[in-house]
């Protein structure tokens, strides 16, 4: 399967590594600067590579090469536009977090991938974490009866050093805050977890301590389901020293597990009422990962994959994707305002925050 990367940045390594994973046959990358192509591929000791194409506009590189499968990792706010450039012309997209910075660009991928008969994945890889598909697999079995109240936390630290990576970090046009850049996974599990319906979403930030930024580097929520579940959202990158935990509660009446390690890949506990042998092996699983990105990517690219030759939805689509961005837009909206959100949100976009701190 023919495939490419645009954008050549801190993700794009994961990309990568998945592509040659899965052996697909990469044409051509793609990124603004030439320099930041070569060491990816250097990194993946593809840069003697002479197949691969580089380019520094993927629309040239669109118009020069047939493609199946792209994958769209620049910065946060050029992934709309990129995407919908792609879906006109037909090549089936894996779309980094988020999807797009405003709802009526996410609404369009959607619209438009469907009119044209285009697969996109959303990059919400640590669905495919085995300790969150024991968690989903449990859910969907009935195992927890009636669900209570689920919570995600995202305790992690991001210091100067990074946000000057990167210009575009931090920036509402680009980027936005904590909540869409470091939490949207967290964000994405606890929602689709817990039946995905959101009735309402009540959310503060706040700007603490980088105030080198235009957005927040702590933000808190209460959502309220439709099936009559309650959820909290911690999400903040003011954590000292390090990184410390994201970590995913689910409570129903028959059951309580917890998720935890870096990245959501341990479980810390699991119990249920109608535990049985099959539960043990459960108990203190731990998925080892060599970076916070964990394991997933891999196994987003193979399901896409196979999701393009079978001509089904992938696991991970596009309206994961927007569900997961509505999410924040609306904890966003709810501080702007200072009122509870109902969902669903249509007119809200990363831009409508400027100047809010």
Same mark, same amino acid.
């Given at each position: 399967?023919?495939?490419?990367?645009?954008?050549?940045?801190?993700?794009? *390594?994961?990309?990568?590594?998945?592509?040659?994973?899965?052996?697909?046959?990469?044409?051509?990358?793609?990124?603004? !600067?030439?320099?930041?192509?070569?060491?990816?591929?250097?990194?993946?000791?593809?840069?003697?590579?002479?197949?691969?194409?580089?380019?520094?506009?993927?629309?040239?590189?669109?118009?020069?090469?047939?493609?199946?499968?792209?994958?769209?990792?620049?910065?946060?706010?050029?992934?709309?536009?990129?995407?919908?450039?792609?879906?006109?012309?037909?090549?089936?997209?894996?779309?980094?977090?988020?999807?797009?910075?405003?709802?009526?660009?996410?609404?369009?991928?959607?619209?438009?991938?469907?009119?044209?008969?285009?697969?996109?994945?959303?990059?919400?890889?640590?669905?495919?974490?085995?300790? $969150?598909?024991?968690?989903?697999?449990?859910?969907?079995?009935?195992?927890?009866?009636?669900?209570?109240?689920?919570?995600?936390?995202?305790?992690?630290?991001?210091?100067?050093?990074?946000?000057?990576?990167?210009?575009?970090?931090? *920036?509402?046009?680009?980027?936005?805050?904590?909540?869409?850049?470091?939490?949207?996974?967290?964000?994405? !599990?606890?929602?689709?977890?817990?039946?995905?319906?959101?009735?309402? $979403?009540?959310?503060?930030?706040?700007?603490?301590?980088? =105030?080198?930024?235009?957005?927040?580097?702590?933000?808190?929520?209460?959502?309220?389901?439709?099936?009559?579940?309650?959820?909290?959202?911690?999400?903040?990158?003011?954590?000292?020293? /390090?990184?410390?935990?994201?970590?995913?509660?689910?409570?129903?009446?028959?059951?309580?597990? /917890?998720?935890?390690?870096?990245? *959501?890949?341990?479980?810390? $506990?699991?119990?249920?009422?109608?535990?049985?042998?099959? =539960?043990?092996?459960?108990?203190? !699983?731990?998925?080892?990962?060599?970076? $916070?990105?964990?394991?997933?990517? *891999?196994?987003?690219?193979?399901?896409?994959? =196979?999701?393009?030759?079978?001509?089904?939805?992938?696991?991970?689509?596009?309206?994961?994707?927007?569900?997961?961005?509505?999410?924040?837009?609306?904890?966003? /909206?709810?501080?702007?305002?200072?009122?509870?959100? /109902?969902?669903?949100?249509?007119?809200?976009?990363?831009?409508?925050?400027?100047?809010?701190?």
């Amino acid at each position: 399967m023919k495939y490419a990367l645009i954008g050549c940045g801190r993700i794009a *390594t994961n990309h990568i590594k998945a592509a040659v994973n899965n052996k697909l046959e990469i044409v051509a990358v793609c990124d603004v !600067l030439p320099e930041a192509m070569e060491a990816l591929l250097a990194k993946h000791g593809l840069e003697k590579d002479a197949s691969i194409k580089r380019y520094t506009d993927y629309k040239t590189m669109l118009a020069e090469n047939e493609l199946e499968l792209v994958s769209i990792a620049t910065e946060s706010g050029i992934h709309a536009e990129i995407a919908l450039y792609c879906i006109d012309r037909g090549v089936n997209l894996i779309i980094e977090k988020p999807m797009a910075m405003s709802m009526a660009d996410a609404d369009e991928i959607i619209r438009r991938s469907e009119e044209k008969g285009v697969k996109v994945s959303a990059c919400h890889q640590n669905r495919f974490n085995i300790a $969150v598909q024991e968690l989903r697999a449990a859910l969907e079995a009935g195992r927890f009866g009636r669900l209570s109240h689920g919570s995600i936390h995202v305790r992690w630290n991001r210091n100067r050093g990074y946000y000057d990576q990167a210009p575009w970090r931090g *920036t509402w046009a680009q980027d936005g805050g904590c909540l869409m850049n470091q939490c949207i996974h967290g964000i994405d !599990l606890l929602r689709w977890m817990m039946g995905d319906e959101v009735e309402e $979403v009540y959310g503060v930030t706040a700007q603490q301590f980088h =105030d080198y930024l235009q957005a927040e580097d702590v933000g808190m929520a209460v959502v309220k389901f439709k099936n009559g579940a309650v959820g909290t959202i911690e999400g903040t990158t003011n954590v000292y020293p /390090k990184n410390l935990e994201e970590t995913l509660y689910i409570f129903g009446e028959n059951g309580t597990v /917890k998720i935890g390690g870096t990245s *959501t890949n341990n479980i810390d $506990v699991w119990d249920f009422a109608d535990e049985g042998e099959a =539960d043990r092996k459960n108990k203190g !699983l731990q998925e080892a990962t060599s970076n $916070v990105y964990g394991n997933g990517h *891999t196994s987003l690219f193979a399901d896409m994959m =196979d999701a393009i030759r079978r001509d089904r939805k992938p696991y991970v689509d596009a309206v994961a994707g927007r569900n997961a961005l509505e999410m924040i837009l609306a904890i966003y /909206k709810s501080q702007k305002t200072g009122a509870p959100v /109902k969902l669903p949100l249509t007119d809200f976009a990363s831009l409508s925050m400027e100047g809010e701190f």
